[in-house]
Every structure is written in C-alpha cells, then in structure tokens.
C-alpha cells in the first residue's frame, strides 16, 4: 500500500508531499510518514476523500485501476461501485472441524472493498482446504444473511452454515434425496473429500457466499 500511496503523490500531485498534503488535509510530515509506515483504515479513508478520483479496490489490494475511470484508447472505462464492507473477526472452515474461535464476541477488525454488497453484509477468511480451489484457505468471502433459510434453500451455491455448537462450516449445499426434508448434503470442492449429509437440526443460521476474494494483495 505504500507504494500505492507514492504512485497517488506522484501521478496526481506531480510528486509534492505539499500539494497531498493539502488534499487530506494533513501536514507534510504525516503524509510523509505514509509513504513507508503501516497504515491503518483511518488514513485510508482520508486518501480516498482526499482523493475521490482513486479506485478503493486498488488501493487496498493492487487489482485494478488507479482511478475510477481512465481514458484509454479514446474510450473511457465505466465506472465501478465499491463498498467497503466489514471484515469480521471470525472465521469459515472448508470442512467439519473447529474454527478458530467459536462463539466469542463478534467484532470488526477491519474493511474490504467488495462490489455488489449491501447494507448488513459482513466478509470472513476462510480456513481449511476442502473447498479448494473455489474457497482456498486464505481467501475472503462475501456474505449476505439468509433470513428465512429454512422456508428454501437454493441448492447448489455456497454457504457458510453456522451451527448449533457455533462452528462455522463453508459448504456447497445441494438436496439430500435420501432424507430431503431433514437433511442437506453438504458438498466439498476438493476432490479428495466425500460429500457429507448434515441434520437441519444442527443448523442455526445460515449466510450466502456472495463473492470471494482469493487476491493474496489484500
């Protein structure tokens, strides 16, 4: 992100800590600091008021553009909406096993520029690799309540399943013709690992997997 932020100075302030300085609002020296310290989600959001023009995307990850829209052969690219949504302290498992952290206070730890998110969504890591290559361990997954889960639940997407001892398990759902009306089979995207039948019972709430981000660059 540094380098970002030098690349912003550079290309939009023809290379002046003054004039970045001016459009945060912030003295030389603090603007000066961000070029090679942490930076933390309040100077984020300083550059990108003091900068509107500047994609969030690509300045918290690298994907992307700079700015929001480029001219580019004569043609200027559309615009593309982001919202930063809450990075919570939790975490979905690719298989059955713990997570590491059950049923502790849920808190937010950071943000992530996601398109397509509304209000009330809530983005997690995910750990464990059954569902590599979809949801690889590291990843960050976009969520979105499922309120009345259990009136329908659309087989063949991907949810994060939260259960009643408060583990958070990160499955493809799909119908289990067995015993439809009591059980959903859980699917895994690695190859290696079985498909699984779990009780509804066992199900206490239930969050959609809008969008993931495998970037590293987060």
């Not at 690298?62 to 302290?89: A, F, Q, R």
Request: charged share 25%; with cysteine; aromatic share 8%.
């Amino acid at each position: 992100m540094n380098e970002r932020i030098k690349k912003i100075r550079t290309e939009l302030c023809n290379d002046s800590n003054k004039e970045f300085a001016k459009r945060v609002n912030e003295n030389q020296n603090t603007v000066s600091n961000w070029m090679s310290r942490s930076i933390n989600i309040d100077v984020v959001d300083k550059i990108l008021k003091g900068f509107p023009e500047v994609c969030p995307a690509w300045l918290y990850t690298g994907e992307g553009k700079m700015l929001k829209s480029e001219v580019k052969n004569n043609h200027i690219e559309e615009k593309v909406s982001y919202c930063l949504v809450p990075l919570k302290n939790l975490d979905a498992v690719g298989g059955f096993g713990s997570n590491d952290a059950i049923d502790i206070n849920e808190y937010t730890v950071g943000f992530m520029p996601f398109t397509d998110a509304r209000e009330g969504d809530i983005c997690i890591p995910v750990t464990g690799d059954s569902m590599t290559p979809t949801c690889p361990a590291g990843s960050i997954v976009l969520l979105r309540e499922v309120e009345r889960w259990g009136e329908y639940l659309g087989y063949g997407n991907i949810f994060v399943l939260v259960l009643m001892d408060g583990r958070r398990i990160l499955k493809e759902v799909a119908r289990y013709d067995v015993n439809p009306n009591e059980y959903v089979l859980c699917v895994s995207h690695n190859e290696s690992v079985a498909p699984e039948p779990l009780p509804k019972g066992l199900i206490r709430g239930v969050w959609k997997v809008i969008k993931i981000l495998t970037d590293k660059g987060y």
